[in-house]
Structure formats: structure tokens, C-alpha cells
């Protein structure tokens, strides 16, 4: 994480988790497993499974061609995830409320 108050090089960059980082952007996040994976399991009491096949993911981006991506598949503790240099992280939850298996968000962009 980027710290606009370094004083060298060696300050740059602030090691924060990524638990540290939603906790201080003032979510409410909770961790559990859901469908045998360890992660996120509800958002501000927005829970994996309250919208029909909707779960929460997290992407990483440390630089232009590298991201990182903690979905309902993925094994992950986020107390433990170090951020180091990500410049973007991005928490969203995606839900297929019809089944078809194209997102929600996708299918109102399309129409």
C-alpha cells in the first residue's frame, strides 16, 4: 500500500493485509467457509448466497498486466494476504440470479 508520507525507499510502501485494508476502508468483512473454501463470507451483512448464486470476490492489481483474483473457489485468508504493492483492489459481489451463468451486472449492461 502506497504511503503518500514515506520519508525513503525503504518507507515507500506500507505492509498491510488485505483484513487491514477492508477493515480500514470501515466495512464490516467476515470470514468463514462457504462451499468447503475459507474467505469472505459477508460484506457490510451482504452474505455469499443472499442473491441466487452470488458471491464475493477480490481482485489485486500490482501492476499493468498482473492481478490476483480470491473468488467463492478460491482457499484464502485474507488476515494473511499481504498487499505489498497492489495499486488497485477491487471487492465485489457478483451474483447470476437466473442461472445461465452471465452475471447480473453484465446481463443489465447488455440489456
Known amino acids: 500500500m502506497y504511503n503518500d508520507f514515506y520519508t525513503s525507499q525503504n518507507d515507500r510502501y506500507i505492509s498491510r493485509t488485505l483484513d487491514q485494508v477492508l477493515t480500514t476502508t470501515g466495512s464490516v468483512v467476515a470470514y468463514d467457509v462457504t462451499n468447503g473454501k475459507y474467505g469472505i463470507r459477508s460484506v457490510d451483512g451482504l452474505a455469499n448466497g443472499a442473491v441466487t448464486n452470488g458471491s464475493w ?14 473468488g467463492i473457489d478460491a482457499d484464502y485468508d485474507p488476515r494473511t494476504i499481504s498487499v505489498g504493492d497492489a495499486g488497485i483492489i477491487t471487492v465485489v459481489y457478483s451474483a447470476d440470479a437466473d442461472g445461465d451463468g452471465l452475471p447480473d451486472r453484465m446481463e443489465s449492461a447488455l440489456g
Open 57 to 70: 470476490s477480490v481482485v489485486m492489481q500490482s501492476s499493468n498486466d498482473s492481478l490476483t483474483v480470491y
